[in-house]
């Protein structure tokens, strides 16, 4: 039996929705010949099936073990074609494309004008839209028919593709540095993370400025500011600028509201500038703003006009939770944010083929988080243990990190502190492998460690010492980074105070009169 995750055909046919189903019984029963198709067999058995198992396909007389192969190959294929000429798919890139293969046909055909003319009107179609690679291909095309197809006009009209030539290489090149300096420094914060030092943050800024190519911003289209915004960003989230970071998303965002009509050619990058707005929002306590830019969101995506795909539910599921998590936890509403656990996690089965372990994960920590902060330490443990065992989670080690100390403050919180020093060594010894162990990271560490032999009536002065060793690392421009994942400082504050963490936020959170 092979795994689901591994058989790609069988995922596919999963992931359609019944009218995609209906469209594709349509599409291959249109000719009387496909009524028997072993491949339509083939789907007919996949889509009955809750798991795959080809032990299962093979008790089919029709399909023998030496077809299966080919046959899975061209049922994807055909799934494939059917979903593309399903109308629920088609956008501005797909309809461009379509009008360039008609055009192709023609022109092979030796029917030159004809050519031309659908031609010339996709290209204004690609012009509008920004899709400027597809634009110089349509010019490439007209150019090869107009040096074969004589008229009088091939000077002027000579003249027209070479300069219309000179300025789409000009945009694309700039187009394509800046898109490659965004994934260059996107790919630097999963290798490495964070600057966590001067001369890191330093190597950074200098590759940045570097690579970034000159440019005036008023001659720059829409494609050409989105990657460099994209590229500010990153750049800004790696030396944990969050003013910058909220700058340079907020113009993301603004780019789109601009020029609505992009928001339908491309809504994943729309969902993507939200996700990093909302983010560096919540980075920035800007709590009046965050929920003006989520609002906005919401209703942008709920919105008739807004693209409806299995990909861009997902997305948007990503980016909705994640935001309203952050929103309980910015305003330390805790108790009211539990109904967000039992709807993430049945999204997250829903969509299970779509997302990534590592969102799975972040949700996990969120989860643990919304526990602690309502006060249900061993629910909290239950999450972060999920995390912590996890082997196969290769990326944001600061994740596991920081599940770790959750996990040792809410087993200290529940007193269920019978294995705390295990787990303390086992924490030690983690962070000293992953070569990440900060000031914050080692003075928690370092407290907890201690609790066993701290007298009950010294335990308020401890927490108090702690309380100022870490308010002094909080702005630290390397060592702010830990109290975004996890608020220590507040609930060192509920213990000096006596109070639940939960009051403490909400009091920090009256007080931003943003």
């Not at 004809?114 to 349509?138: F, G, P, T, W």
Request: with cysteine; glycine share 2%.
């Amino acid at each position: 039996m092979a795994n689901l995750s591994k058989d790609n055909l069988f995922v596919l046919i999963k992931s359609l929705s019944k009218s995609e189903k209906r469209h594709f019984t349509l599409y291959v029963n249109r000719l009387g010949i496909n009524l028997d198709a072993k491949f339509l067999v083939l789907f007919n058995l996949l889509d009955k099936m809750p798991n795959y198992n080809e032990d299962e396909i093979l008790k089919n007389k029709n399909i023998t073990k030496l077809q299966l192969s080919n046959l899975k190959a061209h049922l994807y294929k055909q799934i494939l074609v059917s979903l593309r000429m399903n109308p629920v798919n088609q956008n501005i890139r797909i309809q461009i494309r379509e009008q360039l293969d008609f055009a192709t046909i023609l022109y092979q055909k030796g029917l030159y004008k004809q050519s031309l003319k659908i031609l010339d009107k996709v290209k204004a179609i690609a012009l509008e839209n920004d899709e400027k690679i597809i634009a110089s291909e349509i010019v490439e095309l007209e150019k090869v028919i107009e040096s074969q197809y004589i008229t009088r006009s091939i000077v002027g009209r000579a003249d027209e593709l070479i300069q219309q030539t000179k300025e789409l290489s000009k945009l694309n090149v700039t187009a394509s540095v800046l898109s490659n300096l965004s994934l260059q420094l996107y790919s630097i914060m999963l290798k490495s993370g964070y600057a966590k030092s001067d001369l890191e943050m330093n190597e950074i800024t200098e590759f940045f400025n570097k690579e970034l190519p000159e440019y005036q911003i008023n001659e720059l289209g829409f494609r050409e500011k989105l990657w460099l915004y994209k590229a500010h960003l990153w750049h800004s989230f790696l030396i944990q600028d969050f003013l910058s970071c909220y700058k340079f998303s907020s113009k993301w965002v603004n780019l789109f509201h601009k020029n609505e009509f992009m928001i339908h050619a491309n809504p994943v990058w729309y969902i993507k500038g939200n996700s990093y707005l909302l983010e560096s929002l919540y980075l920035i306590k800007h709590k009046s703003n965050y929920k003006k830019a989520l609002e906005r969101f919401e209703e942008t995506i709920d919105s008739e006009d807004f693209p409806k795909n299995d990909n861009l539910k997902s997305l948007s599921l990503l980016c909705i939770y994640s935001s309203k998590f952050n929103l309980h936890f910015l305003e330390g509403d805790f108790e009211r944010g539990l109904y967000l656990v039992d709807e993430i996690l049945k999204a997250l089965k829903k969509h299970e083929d779509r997302i990534d372990e590592h969102h799975i994960m972040v949700f996990y920590y969120k989860i643990a988080c919304l526990y602690f902060g309502s006060g249900n330490n061993r629910k909290c443990i239950e999450y972060t243990k999920k995390i912590i065992e996890n082997k196969n989670l290769s990326m944001r080690e600061d994740l596991m990190c920081f599940a770790r100390i959750l996990s040792l403050v809410a087993h200290y919180e529940s007193g269920m502190d019978y294995h705390l020093e295990i787990q303390l060594k086992s924490t030690y010894k983690f962070l000293i492998k992953m070569n990440d162990l900060h000031d914050v990271q080692y003075e928690i560490i370092k407290f907890l460690k201690k609790l066993g032999t701290i007298y009950p009536h010294q335990l308020k002065s401890e927490f108090k010492k702690l309380h100022l060793q870490l308010q002094n690392l909080e702005n630290h421009p390397y060592e702010k980074r830990a109290f975004l994942y996890l608020d220590i400082i507040s609930w060192l504050e509920s213990k000096i105070e006596n109070k639940p963490v939960a009051k403490i936020i909400q009091e920090k959170s009256k007080k931003l009169v943003r």
